[in-house]
């Protein structure tokens, strides 16, 4: 079993965030241990409140399990910080040979900013050197790099050092769901039928299952084909278990 690595904040109502990223590891074979940048008061509507947690205690908390895992990948939402960025990044630094998963979180479902422009300039600088695969979505990815058209944003990405990119393209019209991949030798659509609704924790759900198949060793395109048919399945499983988006039955038999 591989131990894969989840940083990214706590969501209460359990669609997105740490709790998504525990399902979507466990159901594709790996073991999440986690790093909470944040607790958060939200819900399936919008988030109301970010409360990162202290730097020194998220260093301490990577320190641990640092020493007492072998860590086969590594999966990074929500930062919430410029401080725990900085941690994140020291972290990358002194492991650069575990493979990166980073799904670049900066803004709520309901709209709300979960992300500064130090951040992102820290994500831009430090964390995506070390990046195997970004997984944004075409709002995500204009906004880190001031580009419109997606394969601009993904040409800068690669040029900031990412080793490949994921443009999801769930935020598109249309009946078919278009995510782009591009590793800097040309580009792959991956295409799959739109579903009805709005989801809560796609994103986490996506980039955590690709953790645990890089864990595994597989090549990327492999490992995307499988995350994303596994994220499919969860999504035409999704429930409306609040007022607002559905939640991902990530978990068979759940």
């Known amino acids: 079993m591989k131990t894969i690595l989840a940083i990214g904040g706590h969501d209460p109502g359990g669609g997105a965030g740490i709790q998504a990223d525990i399902e979507a590891i466990a159901a594709n074979g790996g073991h999440a241990v986690t790093a909470i940048t944040a607790l958060t ?32 990948a590594i999966k990074i939402g929500l930062i919430g910080d410029v401080g725990i960025a900085g941690a994140i990044a020291g972290f990358l630094e002194r492991h650069p040979d575990i493979p990166v998963v980073l799904d670049p979180v900066l803004a709520a479902g309901g709209g709300r900013e979960l992300s500064s422009q130090a951040i992102r300039d820290l994500m831009l600088d430090r964390i995506l050197p070390h990046v195997s ?16 058209d997606a394969a601009a944003c993904a040409s800068l990405l690669l040029e900031r050092g990412a080793q490949a990119v994921l443009i999801t393209g769930g935020h598109d019209d249309g009946d078919t769901v278009v995510n782009r991949w591009f590793d800097g030798n040309g580009e792959q659509r991956f295409e799959w039928e739109r579903l009805e609704g709005e989801f809560h924790g796609s994103g986490c759900t996506l980039a955590s299952a690709v953790a645990v198949f890089l ?8 490992a995307l084909r499988l995350a994303q048919a596994f994220t499919h399945d969860a999504l035409a499983k999704a429930e ?12 068979a038999g759940a």
């Open 41 to 72: 008061v939200q819900d399936t509507v919008n988030v109301s409140r970010i409360e990162p947690v202290p730097p020194e205690l998220f260093r301490e908390v990577l320190d641990v399990l640092d020493g007492d895992f072998t860590i086969d």
């Open 215 to 222: 864990a595994r060793e597989m090549p990327v395109k492999l």
């Open 240 to 251: 409306q278990l609040g007022r607002g988006q559905k939640i991902p039955r990530r978990i």
């Open 133 to 148: 695969l970004v997984t944004p979505n075409l709002p995500e990815a204009q906004r880190l790099t001031g580009e419109s």
